[in-house]
């Protein structure tokens, strides 16, 4: 997750000059950094500065594009993660002796197992309220059909 937010963070840093973004003006916090004409000349300027109504589309447009590249990596991300992490997870590494042969869904919250420990098979319900074995099948032969 960690390696999520730092690939996130590093592509809204290097996509925002790309669409033009501009760097916020910080404005000191104190007024005696400035003289009062200072002041008066800066709210001058302010005053007679108009931005056009294009101006802001273009803006909402690059903040609408952003926004959607943003999620669309994220999404990309996420699945990468749940097929590559947690199917390595779920896989058991690179031990061949436990093996989830087959998992079936009998509901949103309920499924059967088939797995494979050695040369024995058993199988597993799985719903809400926990495991629990159903049959116990030793000596199979591993041989494809």
Known sequence: MKTICYALLLFTSLAC???G????K????????YSVEDWKKEAQVQDKVVVSE????ELFVR?????????VLLFVLL??????VQGAIIAGGSSNRIQIIERR??????????????????????????????????NVNTTPK
């Open 105 to 138: 869904a009998l509901s949103p919250k309920a499924g059967l197992y088939l797995i494979r420990i050695d040369n024995q098979e058993i199988l597993i319900a799985e719903s809400t309220e926990g495991l629990q074995l159903l049959k116990d099948i030793p």
């Open 17 to 19: 000059p790309l669409f």
């Open 63 to 71: 903040m609408i594009l952003m926004l959607l590249i943003t999620l």
């Open 54 to 57: 294009s101006h802001f589309g």
């Open 26 to 33: 910080i404005v000191p916090e104190t007024p005696t950094e």
């Open 21 to 24: 973004a501009e760097p916020v």
């Open 79 to 84: 699945w990468l993660y749940k097929r590559f």
